[in-house]
């Protein structure tokens, strides 16, 4: 994770997901880095479903190249930040999820608010 959250967290860092994910959202300022993500997690899902539902499970090896392609794309030159991935993989995915949810329940631009995420 970049040192940002360092720097706002002198004591090492989250302690549990709920003082990592406001970071998280701040992370994901630019919009279209957001809609990348948003992408990658409905191929996921919908990868996910096809895999299962035609027990052809091959597929589930693709879920991780989907997911993080559009994400690190976004992050990588858009965002111009280093992946909460690589410093929390399981916080990172949890995150991932939880702002798709938000995003499909029409609540993300609460939750980016909450966060400190300006509104663009």
Same mark, same amino acid.
């Given at each position: 994770? @970049?040192?940002?959250?360092? +720097?706002?967290?002198?004591? %090492?860092? =989250?302690?549990? &997901?709920? @003082?990592? &994910? =406001? ?11 957001? @809609? ?16 299962? %539902? ?9 879920? =991780? ?11 990588? &030159? ?7 991935? &690589? ?25 980016? +608010? ?7």
């Amino acid at each position: 994770m @970049s040192d940002k959250y360092e +720097a706002a967290h002198p004591d %090492g860092g =989250p302690k549990d &997901f709920t @003082s990592f &994910f =406001p970071y998280y959202l701040r992370e994901h300022a630019h919009p279209l880095c957001r @809609s990348l993500h948003y992408i990658g997690t409905t191929l996921v899902i919908a990868l996910a479903a096809y895999a299962i %539902g035609t027990a052809q499970y091959v597929y589930l090896w693709g879920l =991780p190249v989907v997911g993080y392609f559009f994400a690190w794309v976004g992050h990588f &030159f858009i965002e111009k930040n280093k992946p909460a991935t &690589f410093t929390y993989p399981l916080w990172s995915l949890v995150g991932d999820f939880k702002m798709y949810l938000l995003f499909i329940t029409g609540r993300i631009g609460v939750a980016l +608010a909450e966060a400190g995420v300006p509104q663009k």
